[in-house]
């Protein structure tokens, strides 16, 4: 090229930039001239006709001879403090264990993109002293609110105050405030500190406090550890890792709380906030998007200290992290199946150790998983045995439900109704706990045994009677209930086969008729809102009988509860699922410990036809070791997670034919290995969702194996995706 192409082109900079999109590579992109760009700048790009929000992922290259048609350039730098270096890394590293695209990654990060913006000051009012020449009604009520150098925005005042904007104006005109710029202020105050929170705690028994004091020192020692805080529901485990939270805001961290239920959690809030005098930020999907916006950029500038959130939260852009709570670990609800499949417990451990601080993760029933790894020395592994005080685990027993059996048609055998009765006679709460929503789990014609299935997934339709509705839990497909049966035509002749939380109800109200009932489900009528008064009303001893499903097992303080039934223990344990037990465990022992927090004796009922199974003979007997060292044992013979690697492929589409041709030629592109066995391709447990189809191939590998790499192997090798057809992996599936 000659000498005058040289000076044509010029010398530019490139950098790459990692954009948010299903891509496997950053894109490199020109350095505009006067732009300074460093790793983790937030940056807009365009991308075809499009302009994203993305993050600088390496330092920008040398200058050197581009086209400038080629290579397009970074349009904007956003004003907002760079996504640190460990951030990156965490993105990197769980696209590289997840087997997905980091940019997919990415996009879990770039939840929020409005807040690159910077926020700007707002217009406002600054009241300087004086009384308005005539006093109208009005104008006292907003001079009431007033005192001198006080900020406020026009609209602001005239809402407090009850009136129109246009009596603020006419003060306004009279001169008695001045026109300034309020600064954009904190989504919440930063908690108190040091000594004040110290003042707020409360006395910790000598075994919490052994427990605290190792956590304390952890976190003062600001380097990688993983506790596993192992203890019976209402020991006190909250109390414990608040003073672990205090000691890492005294060393200037930013702290996250991951709570399986978010939105439930006012009273984890509260509690909060009364230790430490302002509550932590939230994060979970129910905000609104400019309370998004503002908490994201707090969090990224260090202004929020402390966010309380659901998984999402551990991508949030913190910039001092010090310390990771994972409460209720063994919570399914911290897997992520959608996109990019991960666990957000097991992702926080990963995100403190490239972070260098502690992570601690809290439950009353931990996954065989946390366990092992307790077992093993990987994590600290610290007990609270007892529940605090004069609070005792309730006293548990089986009910035999072939020698002691409900009524026909009904549900609570005699003993547990009794068990009620005596609850409450002494003015004490009862709950009775069945995972089913709606009235029955089935409908059927009893005329030609017509069964009511959805048309878009292999599930039952449920009866919702509140409604008259028979709905599918999966896709949400709800049908009016029909007074013929659509096969034969018979009128009336349709029956709800087993119990839901609502048919309980009426068996409930009938036995119990002076009784203040509430039923607490997912489904509810008024969501999240009212389910949160209902929890309240529950906790002041508003209803006597409470009805729910696994909503109720998690976390909730109910002081007045001394009598819980479990209507089906056994309704975890049919499936096939090898983790069957581990679920019908933790579910069980949570529902049972929502008894007796308070003092005093308390009972948990289960009804079971099964009692003999290790799994109801555990509970029974309060034997939490004898659990484990059983699962741990049946695990490891079996050569299940953790022993061994799982990972799922799916393969779903529209077409039940092309998926399944697709997972079988899946299977034929697998690249040999001594180590890997594939199971399948089988129909996935559920088969059919939301009118897709789906099959699986589940993976086996030695514990030590590159899975990863070998996945990516064999999806590269695979066939090309098509139609719509599409192909997910999953590893370390929930269900083996
Ligand atoms: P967990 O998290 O293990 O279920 P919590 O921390 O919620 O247990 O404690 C259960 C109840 O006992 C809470 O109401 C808590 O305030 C109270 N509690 C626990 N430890 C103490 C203590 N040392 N002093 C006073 N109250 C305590
Ligand atoms: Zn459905």
Redesign the pocket.
């Known amino acids: 090229m000659s000498a005058a192409g040289d000076d044509l082109f010029g010398k530019t900079q490139t950098v790459f930039v990692l954009l948010p999109i299903p891509a496997e590579q950053a894109y490199s992109y020109a350095v505009p001239e006067g732009m300074n760009l460093a790793p983790g700048d937030f940056v807009q790009v365009p991308l075809g006709p499009r302009k994203v929000a993305a993050v600088v992922w390496d330092a920008p290259d040398e200058a050197k001879e581009v086209d400038p048609k080629k290579l397009r350039p970074v349009e904007v730098k956003f004003d907002c403090p760079p996504l640190a270096a460990d951030m990156r890394k965490f993105v990197d590293w769980v696209a590289q264990y997840t087997v997905s695209s980091p940019g997919m990654v990415l996009r879990m990060v770039l939840r929020a993109p409005g807040a690159l913006d910077p926020e700007s000051a707002i217009a406002g009012i600054r009241y300087l002293g004086g009384t308005p020449e005539r006093l109208t009604d009005a104008r006292r009520r907003v001079m009431e609110l007033l005192e001198n150098d006080m900020a406020w925005t026009r609209s602001g005042l005239a809402h407090a105050s009850g009136v129109s904007t246009s009596v603020v104006d006419g003060l306004v005109k009279q001169g008695l405030f001045e026109d300034i710029e309020i600064p954009p202020g904190p989504v919440v105050p930063p908690p108190f500190r040091g000594e004040e929170a110290e003042a707020l705690a ?4 000598d075994d ?1 406090r052994a427990v605290s004091d190792a956590l304390v020192e952890r976190v003062r020692e600001e380097k990688f550890s993983c506790t596993l805080l192992d ?1 019976v ?7 414990v890792y608040f003073e672990a939270i205090a000691a890492a805001l005294e060393q200037g961290r930013q702290v996250l709380i991951l709570l399986p239920e978010i939105a439930l959690t006012s009273t984890f809030l509260d509690r909060f906030e009364e230790r430490f005098g302002a509550p932590p930020a939230q994060w979970h999907s129910g905000l609104a998007p400019k309370t998004r916006e503002k908490v994201w950029r707090q969090v990224a500038e260090g202004r929020v200290r402390v966010v309380a959130g659901a998984r999402s939260a551990l991508f949030l852009p913190f910039c001092e992290p010090g310390l990771i709570i994972v409460d209720e670990e063994h919570d399914s609800a911290y897997k992520q199946e959608d996109r990019v499949f991960y666990n957000a417990r097991d992702m926080a451990v990963v995100r403190a150790s490239l972070g260098n601080f502690p992570c601690v993760l809290a439950s ?1 029933t931990p996954s065989v998983e946390s366990r092992v790894n307790a077992q093993t020395g990987r994590y600290h592994h610290e007990r ?1 045995e007892a529940r ?2 004069d ?1 005792v685990l309730p006293d548990l027993s089986v009910i035999d439900m072939r020698k002691d059996p409900p009524p026909r048609g009904k549900f609570i055998s005699p003993v547990l109704t009794k068990a009620m009765e005596e609850a409450l006679g002494r003015g004490e709460q009862a709950l009775l706990f069945l995972n089913r929503r709606g009235y029955a789990p089935l409908t059927l014609c009893r005329v030609c045994g017509h069964r009511f299935e959805c048309k878009n997934c292999s599930a039952w339709l449920v009866e919702h009677r509140f409604r008259n509705q028979l709905q599918c839990h999966h896709c949400g497909h709800s049908e009016q209930t029909p007074e013929a049966c659509p096969e034969c035509g018979t009128l009336d002749h349709l029956v709800a086969c087993g119990p839901g939380v609502e048919r309980l109800a009426e068996e409930v109200d009938e036995t119990f008729p002076d009784a203040r009932i509430i039923v607490l489900s997912s489904d509810m009528l008024g969501g999240v809102t009212r389910l949160r008064l209902e929890l309240e009303a529950i906790a002041k001893g508003e209803a006597d009988i409470i009805i729910g499903t696994q909503l109720v097992a998690k976390g909730h ?1 109910f002081p007045l509860m001394t009598c819980v039934g479990v209507v089906d223990a056994d309704l975890g344990l049919a499936n096939g699922d090898p983790r069957a037990a581990e679920r019908t465990f933790q579910l069980l022992s949570q529902v049972t410990g929502r008894a007796g ?1 308070a003092g005093g004796a308390s009972v948990g009922l289960l009804q079971s036809y099964a009692p003999e199974h290790p799994v109801i003979q555990a509970i029974e007997a309060g034997d939490r070791e004898a659990f484990y060292e059983r699962e741990i044992g049946l695990r490891q013979s079996a050569g299940l997670p953790p022993f061994a690697r799982l990972a799922a492929i799916i393969v779903s589409g529209e077409d039940k034919r092309a998926v399944e041709v697709h997972a079988r030629e899946m299977k034929f592109a697998a690249p040999q290995s001594g180590d890997v066995h594939i199971l399948g391709p089988a129909e996935a447990p559920m088969a059919l969702v939301r009118g897709r189809h789906r099959y699986r191939l589940l993976v086996h590998a030695p514990r030590a194996y590159d899975l990863q790499s070998w996945l990516r192997a064999w999806l590269a090798a695979g066939p090309k995706e098509r139609g719509s057809v599409r192909v997910q992996v999953d590893v370390d599936p929930q269900s083996f």
């Open positions: 409360v006395a910790l028994s919490q203890g529901t209402g020991s006190g485990k909250t109390e009353a609270l605090h005080a609070a303080n927090r």
